[in-house]
């Protein structure tokens, strides 16, 4: 099926130009000057409108097994709800535990994926257990898997957690087969020795899940994975979810000095708040438990985060998507705020909440477009891909209306939740049509494509490592 998408501004990287994109099936064929298209085809009018390349997010947790349940999304809903949010692309993450074989641990996310997807689809891999055979399988699913990235964790002792020498190994490998280690950058044991010490002094609400994990606790860890990166030959690191100022610092000084150090932030980190949020009363601040946690309005944060993406110190907004719901799942904490599963649901927020900021005078159009498709493509081995509106890519494209209004609340969204994050937000702009593969799979808010439509996307290396 051949379409032509007419009449809209043609957003990139490099800033916008008003063009026409002709899809011809799963891809894109060519872009013409205005009105210089064929005729003879089917049309989408984009006129007063942005056309971008379909999102892409690089930090989702579906079904993911966390805290005694399961984030409360699968592949069929996290997915279909990303679709209508204008995301066309998510990157997620299998998990090996300590104990377990990688490619075993694989598997079991290939099949709650496989046929369940409504949009395409790449995982990273998380190594809970650092060991001889998960070097090795490392190797393995960069060359033959298309998984070239591997989170580990500075935090959770005795579920995800790595030491410095396991971490120093995993980095070894990573630089010696071209594959980009993921950091979850907190003082795990640091962290453990605050929340024990707040309950023994009775301090149970959710608001202490934030105070026990102060920012200089992931500045501290963000630091040691630096420079355990700087002695793996610099081996490509990248920080996700950075949520706090002293982090973003280490980052930025890395950076400077021309390192493979790259970093993700999350829409909560620029928006929310540990007074306004984690802090509401009662047991309401579950809601917005996620490690690392919402930081204080008081200090400078929301502002350094807004400045680190303008700068690039901050490459890409990524959402860590780990939805629960209040009853049965976040209520598993009542009484002790350590049991609160960690996680925020926003896969299908992100596309409206960081064109928010544009509106807000806090970025550009075209570093909305590099921050939530066109960077995160080229960070994880998607590009040419995805991620941008070019010849040969393929035809994941959202038609944007900077002149409609979405307000946000549980009653009218897609993913599998019992509130929302974001419950009465206003954002100046809504996603208005996007295409998968050159399928329509959402328009005006009404999903029209299908489970299934979704494959999996083999990735290469990134493209910024030097």
């Not at 209508?84 to 079991?108: M, W």
């Not at 709650?112 to 998380?126: L, R, S």
């Not at 393995?140 to 964790?153: A, M, P, Q």
């Amino acid at each position: 099926m051949t379409t032509l998408i007419k009449g809209g501004l043609v957003i990139g990287p490099t800033g916008a130009h008003h063009a026409d994109v002709l899809v011809d099936g799963e891809t894109i064929a060519a872009l013409y000057a205005p009105g210089r298209g064929p005729s003879d085809v089917e049309t989408i009018d984009a006129t007063g409108k942005y056309v971008i390349p379909g999102a892409i997010d690089a930090h989702t947790h579906m079904q993911l097994p966390f805290g005694g349940t399961e984030a409360s999304d699968t592949f069929d809903t996290g997915t279909r709800a990303a679709a209508i949010g204008g995301t066309t692309t998510i990157i997620d993450f299998a998990v090996q535990r300590y104990g377990e074989v990688v490619h075993d641990s694989l598997a079991a996310w290939h099949a709650k994926a496989d046929g369940n997807c409504h949009i395409d689809y790449a995982f990273h891999m998380i190594l809970g257990g650092v060991d001889d055979e998960s070097l090795k399988a490392m190797d393995r699913l960069v060359t033959d898997e298309g998984i070239s990235s591997f989170k580990l964790f500075m935090a959770y002792p005795g579920v995800f957690y790595s030491d410095d020498g396991q971490i120093l190994r995993a980095m070894q490998k990573a630089r010696a087969n071209g594959s980009m280690i993921m950091m979850h950058a907190e003082n795990g044991p640091a962290i453990d020795v605050l929340v024990q010490q707040a309950l023994q002094r009775g301090e149970t609400d959710p608001v202490f899940h934030g105070l026990t994990r102060p920012q200089e606790l992931e500045a501290e860890a963000t630091s040691r994975a630096i420079w355990l990166a700087a002695v793996a030959s610099d081996c490509p690191l990248y920080i996700v979810h950075l949520s706090a100022s002293k982090a973003l610092e280490q980052v930025k000084a890395a950076r400077d000095l021309g390192r493979n150090v790259f970093a993700e932030t999350c829409p909560q980190y620029l928006y929310l708040t540990l007074e306004d949020q984690l802090g509401a009363p009662g047991f309401e601040g579950a809601k917005w438990v996620c490690s690392t946690p919402l930081r204080s309005g008081k200090e400078s944060h929301r502002a350094d985060l807004w400045q680190g993406l303008r700068t690039n110190d901050l490459s890409v907004v990524s959402t860590d998507h780990c939805p629960f719901c209040m009853k049965d799942q976040k209520e598993l904490g009542l009484g002790d705020f350590s049991k609160i599963p960690n996680g925020i649901g926003g896969v299908e927020h992100r596309v409206d909440l960081l064109y928010q900021g544009v509106v807000d005078g806090k970025l550009s159009l075209a570093r909305w477009v590099e921050t939530i498709a066109t960077t995160p493509a080229r960070m994880f081995g998607l590009y040419p891909k995805k991620g941008v509106i070019a010849p040969g890519s393929d035809a994941d494209i959202v038609i944007y209306d900077p002149h409609a209004r979405t307000r946000i609340s549980v009653e009218t969204h897609h993913m599998n939740m019992d509130h929302s994050a974001w419950e009465g937000w206003e954002i100046d702009g809504g996603v208005d049509t996007v295409l998968s593969r050159g399928t329509v799979v959402a328009r005006g808010g009404t999903y029209t494509g299908r489970a299934g439509h979704g494959r999996f996307v083999k990735r290469g290396l990134s493209d910024y490592l030097l």
